[in-house]
């Protein structure tokens, strides 16, 4: 079964993504992240000083700033904002930088459906650019169940997404894709039954629309973890070989 | 009681420095409070870990309105009116009318939120229940079609939040669906450009029609309490602000999911989010239960 | 456009209702009020109850059939904004704001309207005599009334005075008094008020001037605003016999005024009656609680 984007073969396969990172030079790190025709641009300033009534005496202050391609900021840029500061808050190991703020500016370059997950990779890039330290890093994927065919097809375009059933963006990191890899051991939900069948990667952020199964959200769910795991490698190589270049120009 | 009093420091290992009240303890401690519960399986309201706040709803409160709803979840009070009106559609769907929902979280309901325009909060709620109407298609936009190309009905779906004790997803949406259900909208006549409603008579079957709602999602929310991820169901305004995450499950009468969403905290297992919409699939029938009562 | 809402389209009106010709209209000339139960001097039944909202300091909820509203107190608390100065007085801060659906015609709640910004500040004028605010230096009280439905505009002022007093009091403010609200119209009963004897009454009527009978409703709903020649909305305190706002308009003459102030003041005293009574009850619960 072909989708409609003519240059995938399979439906669950993404469409080529790459970044670069250290765009910007008046910010402290940024990044751009491409998912085939979706980019999103995000640049991080911080640890920096912080307006005193958004001060936090224990641990620094995490502001998203989500700009759209066009237009000014509509309530969907506002979803979009507290979505990816409320999953990197408990990722940034904030209690290092107390009384501090970390700004993070999100914006859309090109737009051609995902552009949550795109933002949500790009950030986690820039953060890294700009050396704030994190518990994990995350990776991204987003997949639609189709109308008329009940598939699953992975990192959709918009033109695919027009006819979709329902859309589903994960959010996976790296630290418990090991611990669901090592046979699911959790310290984490003692109180929670573990049944082996129903075991499946832990899920850091998820947000699904339209119509969809319990069957079916999990199914995608397993499907965008190993779709993520290619992300999180990449991440891997580009931070490797980033650093391998510091290392060089420092020592040469 | 005696507050802030210092023990006899002959055992140090056994005896706590100082001995609070507990509402003292509360204040300089809510984690920690609450974390004393939690591990006997209970709350501070009384309520189990999974239990929801008692729910009424009523609907047709608000007379000026086409269809309203009050919902009281607990603490937290919501009103929904919708006001139905006359705009030209958009060009590139003419035939489809418009359902435009938002909420309102006032300073009145809480010293949370500012005056002014909606905050973060109350832009967020509004754009997910604009989201699940929209995306799960409860509303046919073709049914409030007038004349193509010139005239449709517009529903103004304004949710007014009169007192807020956490989880207002839950209750704004309930409060939607009951009042969409509840809508009476004249019959209209185009003529000339111009929509006439007749008056005078009561309002009836006859000369008026009601909505089709194609299904009735309704949500339940948990707050995911400590680095365990603790599922409170149905938190209120203490527990929201304690809690690093949330999962909410948005289910309709015919068990198809319209909605999932899980933010903050840690990464959660499948089986966590298994339980969730195991409960949620509960609580969605109890809640229809208590709406088709009315 | 309103980038912080779900939008709508630009514009959108209410349809036009058609009336059919036959159809028989409430007019004051009928000599009945527009609920026919009601007597001229009659208010409509009150229900009152305080700690609705359960984050408030003092909250109250009131129903006057069709008119409802909430009202929430929050305070004393320390005057946020820096560079306002010391103030050996209290400031009362009133916020009064109807829900878009609140009324017949919808309201655009984008930008707070200048009928709402008047009402919050004769809300704040009506109460603050009655407040002990130079207890509270340095200190604000924000009271804030949401309309959820308004039944008349005069009734609806009334019911936010009455309302924010009790849920003052309920928020354990010292005050010198409760304030009670009171709103009562003028209504020309025109000529044909002696309609009963008829023509002699009419035919005379056509001829000289018969100066119009007024009479006066109290607590008017939305259906006989439409026929009023004035109003008045009076706040007052009961105990202390001493009025706090008085609020007049359109025209009348000296004595029709008098005369509605004291029908005013006696209805006041029966509005304190069930402001007395919601507090009563709400320090029952607070006991059982």
Redesign the interface.
């Known amino acids: 079964m072909s989708r409609p984007d003519r240059s995938r073969t399979s439906a669950h396969q993404l469409r080529p993504f790459f970044s670069s990172q250290n765009l910007l030079n008046r910010a402290d790190g940024s990044a751009q992240f491409d998912f085939g025709g979706s980019s999103v641009m995000c640049s991080v300033v911080g640890p920096a000083e912080v307006r005193i009534r958004d001060e936090k005496l224990d641990r620094a202050t995490i502001e998203v700033v989500a700009r759209p391609l066009v237009g000014i900021p509509s309530i969907k840029e506002k979803a979009r904002e507290q979505n990816i500061r409320e999953t990197l808050e408990p990722l940034i190991l904030s209690g290092l930088h107390p009384r501090t703020g970390i700004q993070i500016v999100v914006q859309t370059m090109k737009d051609d459906g995902c552009i949550l997950s795109t933002a949500f990779n790009a950030t986690i890039m820039a953060l890294m650019d700009a050396g704030i330290p994190l518990k994990s890093i995350l990776g991204s994927v987003t997949c639609m169940v189709d109308e008329k065919t009940n598939q699953i097809w992975l990192d959709p375009t918009t033109e695919e997404l027009a006819q979709a059933k329902s859309a589903h963006v994960f959010v996976f990191d790296n630290k418990s894709s090991i611990t669901s890899a090592s046979a699911g051991a959790q310290g984490k939900d003692a109180d929670v039954d573990m049944d082996q069948d129903t075991v499946g990667a832990a899920i850091l952020f998820s947000d699904s629309t339209g119509l969809f199964t319990e069957e079916q959200y999990f199914e995608c769910a397993q499907i965008c973890f190993k779709a993520a795991q290619a992300i999180h490698g990449f991440i891997r190589t580009a931070i490797a070989k980033k650093l391998e270049k510091e290392y060089q120009q420092t020592h040469a | 009681m005696d507050t802030t009093t210092a023990t006899t420091p002959m055992n140090l290992e056994n005896s706590p420095a100082f001995t609070f009240t507990a509402s003292t303890f509360q204040k300089l401690h809510p984690i920690e409070y609450f974390r004393k519960f939690v591990s006997q399986g209970v709350r501070p309201d009384g309520r189990l870990l999974n239990g929801f706040r008692p729910t009424t709803v009523h609907v047709g409160v608000i007379t000026t309105a086409n269809g309203s709803a009050m919902v009281r979840l607990g603490g937290t009070t919501v009103v929904c009116g919708i006001k139905a009106e006359v705009a030209e559609p958009k060009l590139d769907s003419p035939d489809q009318g418009y359902l435009v929902p938002n909420v309102d979280l006032s300073p009145m309901c809480s010293s949370a939120f500012r005056p002014g325009p909606p905050g973060e909060q109350a832009q967020v709620v509004s754009d997910a229940i604009n989201r699940v109407l929209k995306e799960s298609k409860v509303l046919d936009l073709k049914d409030l079609c007038i004349e193509e190309g010139k005239a449709v009905w517009t529903l103004w779906v304004d949710i007014v939040c009169v007192s807020y004790d956490g989880n207002i997803y839950d209750a704004a949406l309930a409060s939607v669906m009951a009042a969409l259900a509840n809508v009476r909208i004249r019959n209209p006549s185009y003529a000339g450009g111009i929509i006439k409603v007749a008056g005078g008579e009561a309002i009836s079957d006859e000369n008026s029609f009601r909505l089709k709602l194609n299904r009735t999602p309704l949500s339940s929310s948990f707050a995911l309490f400590d680095t365990s991820l603790t599922l409170l169901a149905d938190p209120n305004f203490a527990e929201e602000s304690i809690s690093q995450g949330q999962i909410s499950i948005t289910i309709d009468e015919h068990d198809e999911l319209c909605a999932v969403s899980k933010i903050g905290a840690g990464s959660s297992s499948q089986a966590l989010l298994r339980q969730c919409v195991d409960r949620a699939r509960e609580r969605s029938k109890e809640l229809r239960a208590i709406m088709s009562a009315q | 456009m309103?980038?912080?809402?779900?939008?709508?389209?630009e514009?959108?009106?209410?349809?036009?209702?058609?009336?059919?010709i036959d159809?028989e209209r409430w007019t004051p000339q009928q000599e009945k009020r527009h609920d026919p139960k009601r007597q001229p001097e009659d208010l409509r039944p009150i229900y009152l109850k305080t700690g609705?909202?359960?984050?408030?300091s003092g909250?109250a909820?009131i129903e006057l059939e069709?008119t409802?509203l909430?009202?929430?107190v929050?305070g004393p608390r320390p005057v946020k904004k820096i560079g306002q100065g010391f103030s050996g007085m209290g400031v009362l801060n009133c916020?009064f704001?109807f829900?878009?659906?609140?009324?017949?015609k919808?309201r655009n709640?984008t930008r707070q309207d200048p009928q709402e910004k008047e009402l919050s500040q004769i809300l704040s004028q009506a109460l603050a005599p009655a407040v002990r605010l130079e207890l509270l230096p340095k200190s604000v009280i924000?009271v804030?009334?949401?309309v959820?439905?308004?039944?008349g505009w005069g009734s609806c002022l009334a019911a936010a005075i009455t309302a924010a007093s009790v849920a003052l009091a309920h928020a354990g403010i010292e005050m010198l008094d409760l304030v009670a609200g009171c709103s009562a119209s003028y209504m020309q009963i025109g000529p044909s008020i002696s309609s009963t004897t008829t023509e002699t009454s009419s035919s005379s009527g056509a001829g000289n001037p018969i100066t119009p009978q007024i009479q006066i409703f109290m607590d008017a709903d939305t259906e006989e605003e439409k026929y009023e020649q004035g109003a008045i909305v009076l706040a007052y305190m009961p105990s202390l016999n001493e009025v706090t706002h008085l609020l007049q308009n359109g025209k009348a003459e000296g004595p029709i005024i008098n005369q509605s102030v004291e029908h005013c003041m006696e209805a006041c005293n029966k509005v304190y009656a069930v402001m007395h009574h919601a507090l009563l009850e709400s320090m029952k619960e607070s006991k059982d609680a």
């Open positions: 309103d980038r912080k809402r779900v939008p709508g389209p514009l959108s009106v209410a349809p036009l209702v058609e009336y059919p159809h609705l909202i359960s984050q408030a909250s909820y069709n409802k909430a009202c929430g929050y916020d704001k829900a878009t659906f609140a009324c017949v919808r709640n924000d804030y009334i949401t959820l439905e308004s039944d």
